[in-house]
């Protein structure tokens, strides 16, 4: 395995083993020992949960480029943007189900589900999702499982169990492949931004919440899905790829560019729904965009937000990136991390007023406390870092085992035969 | 030609209402709630019986008094806006649900399965009253006293169902479940009022069937002086004030 994957797999236990008597406690004692309650009730966990799916949805929309629309100079992070999908879907899933005060409870979505719910519609996106992109990977993959399985050893032999019985074939074979998988990248392109734009829409439609409720944020939850998974991907093709920024320099700056044009359009979008939320005087609208400015969390937003995920990254992209490989995987390194900010303002600004004013004198307790500041627990933390942990777990041996380099393409496979 | 005046006690009257509302189908029923702010001293009284009767544990909430403190001192005054669940026509809550835990019942009451609800919390963040309160395994003694009072572990019979919370057994419902007013339903259906109108102090408070033009209840929703919170949102709230 190699240095960088080595370095992710002991993070990922390392954030495993910090998280794991959370985890213990969260199954133990329910949510006891969360930070949130009534008033606030989403926080942390789904925080996280939008957070990796918009990376999940991104890189899927990312690798559609490749694979639905044929642009062929991404095809280097092709199969790795559709295992970054997988992984982030499943650790979205992960903190979305460990947030349920009934874990046990969570396939009452598929035998009695409530098609009036935008989340039951988007657990069945989810799922549809989940087979799709497993398909995806599969024909993606499979002729290169077919050949590795003759290598010997533990690779080998998984890699003749995940051939299933599919032989090298032709290049024609392949071919065939790539048309399936184009045919699947095309249902998961709507299916994609169904799904993300249900997750905006789950927020979006509840009338009781007026900073969620307005057409914008499904759009918003789109557009920073893709900046954020196009973010993370850059990152990966310039960093896990042995010296991606340097082999792939074209490649990333490329994805430099394309990431600085989605974070225009999020830039755009931010600043259309805070002037419009400023500029009326209704408490509802102003409260939740005040506290994320000049709140206690003040910082989440101009630091991680502004500057870290948004702002630093376009200066850099628009002047050292254009050269530089190294200086764009870095920046969308910091993006991708501090999408997370950009996160946190989607939710918890949210409840920054209680539904009826004077609602927070009426009764102060334990989980319902209207005056207290939401400060995530360290058993929340802890939880967050035990799923954190198994994404990078997943993500570093997956990539050692799986064939997610970039193999030559079926074109030029078919060149290589003609020329013969 | 002499004025006929109503005499009984509005206790009584309120029953006679409801026990007439029981000889009718369910579905002809519409249960709502009249309350009086003139009337309101904001003793809470409510609150408490509301919490006496269902038992509810920390954190769970399924009535409050919200105070509001009008003008600046010295001349100050008070307003008290008593808040159950509005049981709306047109639940938010009920719509968001992903599993269909929670339903309006025929007769207008908005109730939540507990064996079904997978503890989202959607329904929290929809409901524009904040009506909702979710169960997070919260004890007033367990933890903080050498032994769990009895009261503390002391069932409650919502839904005319026997519901036990353990501080042992935290994955058991209602814990980890969304938990809402249900007009006492289990009272109801034995021909009684709910907890919080019978021990309004002030008489501040009117329950009864909306569809039976004699009740009191339909009497004074109809009032000029009635209005209910956040009429534009288009819930069709079924609790009613009277200003």
Known sequence: MRKRLWLILAVGVIALAFGVVGMMDRLRFGLLHVGYGTPIPWALWVVFYIYFIGLSAGAFLISSLVYVFGFKQYEAIGRIAVFTALVSLITALLFIWVDLGHMERFTEVFTRPGFHSPLAWIVWLYTAYFFLLVAEAWFLMRRSFARGARQGGLKGGLYRILALGTQEGTPADEARDMRIVRVLGSIGVPLAIAFHGGTGTVFAVTIARAY???????????????????????????????NGYQRHRELVISLGRLLLILLLVEVLMEVAEFLVSLYGTAPAHT?????????????????????????????????????????????????????????????????????????????????????????????????????????????????????????????????????? | MPVEVETKSMTIRMLEDLHRALQKPLEERRWGMVIDLRKCVGCNACTVACKAENNTPPGVAYHVVIEEE???????????????????????????????????????????????????????????????????????????????????TNPSFEYGRLHQRLPGRLNQSPIGNARKCTFCIHRLEKGM???????????????????????????????????????????????YYLL
């Open chain 2, 70 to 152: 009008i003008g600046q001192y010295p001349n100050v005054a008070r307003r008290f806006l008593p808040r159950p669940c509005m049981q709306c026509e047109h639940p938010p809550c009920v719509k968001v649900c992903p599993v269909n835990a929670t339903y309006r019942r025929p007769d207008g009451i908005v109730v939540i399965d507990y064996d079904v609800c997978i503890g989202c919390r959607y329904c929290l963040t929809a409901c524009p009253y904040g009506a909702r309160s979710f169960d997070f395994g919260d004890f007033y003694t367990a933890g903080h006293t050498p032994e769990v009072a009895a009261y503390d």
């Open chain 1, 287 to 420: 409260a939740p965009i005040q506290e994320q400015l000049f709140g206690p969390n003040w910082w989440i937003f101009w630091m991680l937000g502004l500057i870290g995920a948004v702002g630093l990254p376009m200066l850099v992209l628009v002047t050292a990136g254009r050269r530089s490989g190294l200086a764009v995987g870095l920046v969308a390194l910091l993006s991708a991390i501090c999408f997370i900010g950009i996160r946190w303002n989607i939710v918890l600004p949210g409840f920054a007023l209680p539904e009826l004013p004077g609602l927070e004198y009426a009764l102060v307790e334990p989980h319902l406390n209207y005056l207290a500041r939401y400060t995530p627990t360290i058993m929340e933390w802890q939880v967050s870092a035990f799923a954190i942990g198994i994404a990078l777990i997943l993500f570093a041996v997956g990539y050692h085992l799986l064939p997610l380099e970039k193999e030559p393409s079926t074109e030029t496979w078919q060149r290589q035969e003609v020329s013969r």
């Open chain 2, 193 to 239: 009022l709910p907890a919080c109108i019978t021990t309004c102090l002030g008489g501040a408070r009117i329950f009864g069937d909306l569809n039976d033009p004699k009740s009191l209840a339909a009497q004074m929703a109809a009032s000029p002086r009635v209005v209910r919170l956040k009429e534009e949102l288009g819930t069709e709230p079924s609790v």
């Open chain 1, 212 to 242: 969620w409720y307005s057409g914008l944020f499904p759009l918003l939850f789109l557009v920073s899905a893709l900046a954020s998974g196009g973010a993370l991907l850059t990152a990966v093709a310039a960093f896990i790829i042995p």
